[in-house]
């Protein structure tokens, strides 16, 4: 199989890569949550494993939020709560067709939704423009920082 291809005008955004600010994503503000809906006929979908101590141990009960920013307002997609094990999973979410990787085109061939980690003991943290691809599992690993630490 073919490597995916993506225009340069649709960099793919870095899986894991955490903000620590909340901000907006312009390429979602400019259409509707029923036109996201049309265009993203098909599905991906989204694992995210939770940790803590450089990745050592897993952190039960931490609110995963996954949602995405549209025109006509923010939309929650799920709200989940990781196992014993740190592991929200199956997370099904909007794509847009696959056959859109295969050729460079304007439209980048997967969707993002910012993804956030919440739980009292720890530090939240924030997961702008998670890529989400047509057929394809995503795992995203998520470090959480204790509240008695400081944050990098």
Do not use: C
């Not at 903000?19 to 509707?32: C, D, I, Q, R, Y």
């Amino acid at each position: 199989m073919p490597a995916p291809q993506v225009a340069a005008s649709a960099p793919i955004p870095e899986m894991g890569q955490n903000s620590k600010e909340a901000g907006s994503n312009p390429v979602s503000e400019t259409m509707t949550y029923q036109e996201f809906l049309e265009r993203n006929k098909d599905w991906g979908s989204l694992k995210v494993q939770v940790f803590t101590g450089r990745m050592a141990l897993p952190v039960q009960g931490v609110q995963i939020s996954v949602d995405r920013s549209f025109s006509d307002g923010e939309q929650n997609f799920y709200l989940l709560t990781t196992d014993a094990d740190g592991i929200a999973d199956n997370i099904n979410l909007p794509a847009p067709d696959k056959s859109l990787s295969q050729y460079p085109s304007s439209e980048q061939p997967f969707s993002t939704y910012d993804i956030t980690a919440t739980h009292p003991d720890f530090h939240q943290q924030i997961y702008q423009n998670t890529p989400v691809f047509d057929g394809v599992k995503s795992i995203l690993p998520v470090r959480l920082i204790p509240n008695n630490l400081p944050v990098d």
